[in-house]
């Protein structure tokens, strides 16, 4: 075999298993075991730049970058649906339709998924383009975005038609939608309002690897196209499916509009347990010779109904707001309603997000409201009914001071929340840092939950996290809920932390802004929180991934003396400051400043280990070469356009010998 048909295996092979885990739900690989056939693959691609293929599943990870989106015009227009809300509806629209076309009409009932519309473009079996739905005559071409979505194939199966379009669904699954937001949360980020506005919002961001990492999925039901060889809507998902689409199972044929309206019964309840938010089934004439002589009004077609499910919404007395105070001090108002039962749970609170919201809405406490539950943990208020307003009924008045320490709120330019200033003393803010900093991916303390902390601020006992390490069983004891062996667990936990590395420390000090990713690279470049404390903010933003909101937050941690006062004590205690000398043995800043391009193959060591060594010692690897490029390593068989880039901007090649003597 030689190297093009072996890449190509490879390619065929890990599309395989993409379908079987992303499509079908059934991988049959470890994860291990495809990363190492995805590394190999990307290895050879970039050795091998005349097999590029852009359809190669080692793009799935992203990188394109879109500064503006083409406007595509929609071989077919996308048209919405009409609505319906009750079996009256669908009679009706079924006697209409009866009085166009002779004989029995069948329906095809699918699940509306509730999530951004989106039209896939294939020719000979590959993607052309991806287009959002836009005002359906006209959408944004997203091609790269949707490229890293692991459902939607690059690569058709089996046999197609030459060209045609399919339509369908980007969808973020509640779990992942979760997840997105918990992480949001830990960097004292607003979480995300809903996972529709999500995936729709993710489809429109310019760096496509963003996309990439988030879990967002392709749900497709419909074929678009001349001479598609399909009679009815059935065998177009049917065939969707064949060709390796992710085509929801739930759809099924009716014959009446009785038995349509028992598969909406059905899945009225069903959709709770569904893993996307759904809100409502469409239906359609199945035969799509009956669907062409129906047609289209201005704006539908005659032939599909879309039937919405009762939103899962009650109404319910506002008894009250309050007023929670985060770990970074921002304000989020809490709605205390009448306890009500909404999608199987009982209602208490729901969430009012910032004063904005509260004006916008114009809720006042003894209005009665209408609160709505998606995909989110917390309910929301989505309306007010006016009509049931009480007439001595006043405006809200936002709070004016912090709840819990009475300090003047502020609201900064372009921020959406007031905060509480008073960092050092206002309870609720050191509670939840020192929360965050015991946290799982924090410090990670085994034996201290976040009751106990709450408990040992009360008790006068800690102030702040560097007080944890001068706990002592006695002083423990005495609290709640503790007997003499949780005690001893606890002190030996604490203890244990200062072994965490260096790079989980800088998160656990809960530096706005600064997550886990940021850490990492912190920690990298800078090697000790010396080092990052002496930084100015230009140095900062030059750090790979190092943007201006997060250098601000940088400096304005280390511009507090009760921050230095803190690492002092926490350095005094024997916490990782700095990353470990094992680890920085390897490390250099010898190519501090440098950026290498690497291109072609080398003798001693692989290219993987060749950008290890670069960024190992400082320098930094960049996969284009620019005017900004200090060197390129050049090895055998680098392409020739590259050797005339490099020569025209005057960036100098250097052997693979000569790159090795400058770090070794
Ligand atoms: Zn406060």
Redesign the pocket.
């Known amino acids: 075999m030689n190297t093009k048909e072996y890449i190509q295996n490879l390619r065929d092979e890990l599309r395989e298993h993409n379908y079987n885990y992303y499509v079908l739900d059934n991988p049959t690989i470890s994860d291990f075991d495809f990363d190492s056939k995805l590394k190999e693959l990307q290895d050879l691609e970039a050795k091998h730049p005349e097999f590029y293929d852009a359809n190669s599943p080692s793009l799935r990870v992203g990188g394109e970058v879109t500064k503006n989106f083409n406007t595509v015009v929609h071989e077919h227009r996308m048209y919405s649906l009409d609505n319906s809300y009750s079996l009256e509806d669908l009679q009706d629209w079924e006697a209409r339709i009866k009085k166009m076309v002779d004989g029995p009409i069948q329906y095809t009932c699918e699940l509306k998924y509730d999530g951004a519309s989106i039209s896939l473009t294939y020719e000979n079996g590959s993607l052309l383009r991806a287009v959002t739905r836009g005002d359906g005559m006209q959408g944004d071409e997203v091609t790269a975005n949707i490229k890293t979505i692991k459902s939607v194939p690059l690569q058709l199966k089996g046999s197609y038609p030459a060209k045609f379009d399919i339509r369908g669904e980007i969808v973020l699954p509640f779990e992942g939608f979760n997840k997105m937001n918990e992480e949001r949360i830990d960097i004292g980020e607003e979480p995300y309002r809903n996972p529709r506005n999500t995936a729709s919002g993710s489809l429109k961001l310019q760096d496509s690897a963003e996309v990439a990492k988030r879990p967002l999925e392709c749900l497709l039901y419909n074929i678009t196209g001349d001479n598609l060889g399909i009679a009815t809507q059935m065998e177009s998902l049917e065939k969707a499916r064949q060709m390796g689409f992710k085509v929801p199972e739930a759809a099924k044929l009716a014959n009446s509009i009785d038995q349509v309206l028992a598969f909406v019964n059905y899945w009225d309840t069903e959709r709770h347990n569904l893993p996307y938010e759904t809100d409502g089934v469409v239906v359609k004439v199945n035969d799509l010779q009956q669907q062409e002589e129906l047609g289209y009004t201005a704006k539908a077609p005659r032939w599909a109904m879309a039937y919405k499910f009762k939103a899962e919404q009650v109404s319910t007395r506002l008894n009250s707001i309050s007023y929670q ?1 985060g770990r970074t ?1 921002a304000i989020t108002p809490v709605a205390n309603l009448e306890p009500v039962e909404l999608a199987g749970t009982t209602v208490k609170r729901a969430s009012l997000h910032n004063s904005d919201q509260i004006e916008k809405l114009d809720v006042r406490v003894g209005d009665e409201v209408f609160v709505e539950k998606g995909g989110e943990i917390i309910p929301k208020i989505i309306a007010v009914d006016f009509t049931k307003r009480p007439s001595d009924s006043q405006p809200t008045q936002y709070i004016t001071h ?6 003047p ?1 502020e609201r900064l330019e372009g921020e959406a929340k007031h905060f ?3 960092y050092t ?5 050191i509670v939840g840092r020192i929360q965050h900093y015991i946290s799982r991916k924090a410090m990670d303390i085994e034996g201290l939950g976040g009751e106990t902390v709450a408990l040992l601020v009360s008790a006068g006992l800690i102030t702040n996290y560097a007080d944890l390490y001068t706990l002592t069983k006695e002083q423990v004891m005495p609290l709640e809920r503790m007997a003499e062996k949780s005690a001893e667990n606890l002190v030996n936990g604490i203890a244990a932390s200062k072994q965490i590395p260096f790079e989980r420390v800088l998160f656990a000090l809960g530096i706005r802004y600064v997550g886990e990713t940021v850490a990492k690279k912190l920690a990298k470049h800078y090697k000790s929180i010396d080092a990052i404390a002496k930084a100015s903010q230009e140095e900062l933003v030059n750090v790979d991934e190092i943007g201006i909101k997060i250098a601000e937050s940088v400096l304005a941690f280390f511009a507090s003396e009760e921050n230095i006062h803190t690492i002092e004590k926490l350095r005094s205690f024997g916490v990782q400051l700095e990353v470990s000398a094992e680890k920085l043995a390897n490390q250099t800043n010898k190519l501090e400043n440098q950026i290498f391009v690497v291109s072609g193959v080398f003798e001693t060591v692989s290219r993987t280990e060749l950008k290890k060594l670069i960024e190992d010692n400082g320098g930094k690897v960049s996969s284009s070469i620019s005017a900004k490029t200090s060197f390129i390593v050049a090895g055998d068989k680098m392409g020739p356009s590259k050797k005339a880039k490099a020569e025209k901007l005057g960036v100098p090649l250097i052997t693979e010998q000569e790159f090795l003597q400058k770090v070794l």
């Open positions: 105070v001090g912090c709840p819990e320490c009475n300090t709120l509480c200033p008073n003393g206002c309870k609720p803010q």
